[in-house]
Every structure is written in C-alpha cells, then in structure tokens.
C-alpha cells in the first residue's frame, strides 16, 4: 500500500536551463507511480502563499527543450525566518502534499532542510548554472550555460582578431569559477580568472600576450568569472598599460542562463527528476540527488551542504600550459 499520495514539485534561485526537462521527469515518474503532483510557482514564495497548480501528463507536454522554468522561480526573504517556513509548512499541508521537489541550489537547500525538520519530506535537485553546488559533480544547466557562453565568446574572438585586439569576456558563476574555467579551455583562451585561484595578472597575461606578440599572434582572450577578486574593467586598464594592447570588456550576463537545454541537462534531468521521486514514494525524505562518478546518488541535505568542493586544479593548469 503506498502511503504516499501526493507531492509538490517547485523551482527556487535563478532559474537554469533544463529545469523544465527536470519538472516533467518528477511529474511523469509520480505519475507512474500513482501519485498526484502538485506544481508550486514561484518558488517558496508560492509554497507561502498557495500559488499550486494541479499537474498532469499534458501539463508538461512540450516543454522538455525550454530553457527557464514554466513553473517561474523566485528569491523568497520570508522563507528565510522561521514564522515564513512555519506557513510555508501549513499550506503544503494544507494542501495534502506528503513530500516536496526542491530544484535549485545551494540556498534552496538550506529551505529544503528547514522544511524536512518540520516534519515535510523534500528533496532536492541541483539546478544552476553555476555547478557551485559541493555535494554533487554536476547541476542541471550547466552544460547549456557553458555552451551559450562558449558561442558569445567564438563570436567575440573573431573581432578580436579583426581589430587585434585583447577581449575580456565576464562570465558568471557567483563566488565560484567552474563555468570561467571550461569555457576558457573550450574557447582556447589566453587565460582564465577564477575566484579559488588568485592570478598575477602581469606574470599569467602581460607576459603571455608580449611572448604571443614576439611569435606573431595579433589577439587575446581573457575570460574572467564575476567572482574574480579584481574588476574586469581595472584588469583591462592594467592589461592596456602595461603591454600597449587595445582591450576590449564583455559581460554576458544572463544571456548564459537562457536556451534551450543540451542533450547532457535533459538527461541528467530525468535521471535526477525520476530518483528524487523514488525516493519520496519510499517516505525518504531530507535528501539532495546529486551525480558521483557518473552515477546518481543521494545525500542527507545537511551533509551535502557541508562537503567541500574544489575547482579542477589540473584543468586550471593544463589551462596555463596550453595557452600560447
Ligand atoms: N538559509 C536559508 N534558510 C532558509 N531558506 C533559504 C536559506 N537560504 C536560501 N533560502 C531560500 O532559497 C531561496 C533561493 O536561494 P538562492 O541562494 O538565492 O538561490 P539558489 O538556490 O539558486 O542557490 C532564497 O530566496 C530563500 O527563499
Ligand atoms: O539573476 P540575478 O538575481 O542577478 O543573480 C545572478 C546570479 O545568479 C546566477 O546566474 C545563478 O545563481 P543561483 O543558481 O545560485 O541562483 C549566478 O551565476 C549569478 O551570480
Ligand atoms: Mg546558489
């Protein structure tokens, strides 16, 4: 006899592409499983304030290849406090909800957490761009940002190379540099700026552009993740003094974080949507999905959130080495 009925599903934080792909995994294998679905918008926001929306088969239909999240997503102050979490508790109920999907990173977790101890079984499912999330080696979204990113910065080096010039490029990722430092290597990139590494930037980019120049390269790319110590526009100014090359500086911004979702993000997708409901259905609750060795697993949330995870170090390096 399966004890559980039904469940929630909702997105939180900045939304990812592959999300929508994650939702209709989570709302098929529920579904199959013989449990009614709930989609919650916005976020905790929705979860407060009743914004559920009953989900069914068609409900999903023709949104695995969108980017963003049909279910929209919000930052939720309230849900921050305890007297916020306590309603966002009391209308799940109220709502009949036996466990709830979680798709977001590292901050929605924390809520995730707060919302299993009161006693309401949720899992999450890493969703962001930036792959900042310690527990797992990927997050949905991703591949797709590292992609969008790599295609911006294709087009920009090819007025780089036409006006002989340097072109820094901002990517994104918050406080961490995982999406910098693939894009980098996949862009053949001049050097790569990443928060976990702090970079001499005479020694890593001025020596490297007058050694390119003395060998006959006429441009330069420079990839800076947003979390980088110093501003991209200083690092310009620098560049530009000391070694008389006419820079150029990009932002992408939240270019990176829209599209449609690359074969990887749907796949993990439904992996990752069909464990977090498998595991629900069993009354397993307090649990982060997440990818080891290829492999689904799945963590205690507080566990997941005190791992520790690094840059690729040795990518970083054959980075440096490779860039001439
Ligand atoms: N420590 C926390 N306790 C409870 N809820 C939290 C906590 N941190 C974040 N949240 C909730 O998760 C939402 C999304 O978090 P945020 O860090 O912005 O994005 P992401 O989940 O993508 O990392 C927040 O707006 C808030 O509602
Ligand atoms: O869209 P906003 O609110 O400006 O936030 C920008 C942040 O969101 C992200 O795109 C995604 O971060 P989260 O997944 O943690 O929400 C970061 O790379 C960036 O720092
Ligand atoms: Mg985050």
Not at 212 to 221: D, E, F, L, M, Q
């Amino acid at each position: 006899m399966n004890k559980v009925k039904k469940i929630g599903v909702l997105t939180s934080g900045g939304d990812s592409p592959g999300m929508n792909a994650a939702i209709r995994a989570v709302v098929r294998s529920a579904i199959d499983f013989e449990m009614d679905i709930v989609g919650i918008r916005r976020g905790y926001n929705g979860l407060i304030n009743g914004d559920a929306v009953v989900l069914d088969s068609r409900s999903v239909s023709d949104i695995i290849q969108r980017g963003g999240t049909f279910l929209y997503t919000a930052r939720c102050m309230e849900f921050m406090n305890p007297e916020g979490r306590q309603l966002g508790l009391e209308m799940a109920q109220k709502l009949g909800l036996d466990g709830l999907v979680v798709i977001g990173g590292d901050g929605s977790f924390r809520g995730a957490e707060k919302l299993s101890e009161l006693g309401m079984p949720t899992v999450g499912i890493p969703g962001t761009i930036d792959n900042d999330i310690v527990c797992t080696e990927y997050s949905i979204g991703f591949d797709t940002a590292c992609n969008i990113a790599l295609e911006a910065v294709d087009r920009l080096r090819d007025t780089a190379l036409s006006h002989e010039k340097c072109s820094l490029i901002e990517v994104m990722g918050r406080y961490a540099g995982h999406l910098a430092l693939q894009v980098g290597v996949a862009a053949g990139a001049t050097a790569v700026l990443v928060p976990e590494k702090v970079s001499d930037i005479e020694k890593d980019i001025c020596e490297k552009i007058r050694e390119g120049r003395s060998s006959g390269k006429t441009h330069y790319i420079v990839i800076v993740a947003e979390g980088y110590k110093d501003k991209i526009d200083d690092i310009a100014k620098l560049i530009e003094t000391q070694t008389d090359i006419s820079t150029r500086v990009t932002v992408l911004g939240h270019i990176q974080r829209g599209g449609s979702p690359t074969v990887m993000d749907r796949v993990i997708a439904a992996r990752m949507g069909y464990r977090a409901v498998d595991l629900l259905r069993k009354g397993i609750g307090n649990r982060i999905v997440a990818i080891k060795n290829n492999e689904v697993v799945d963590y205690n949330i507080n566990e997941a959130l005190c791992m520790k995870k690094s840059i690729d170090l040795e990518l970083c390096e054959i980075c440096k080495s490779i860039a001439k």
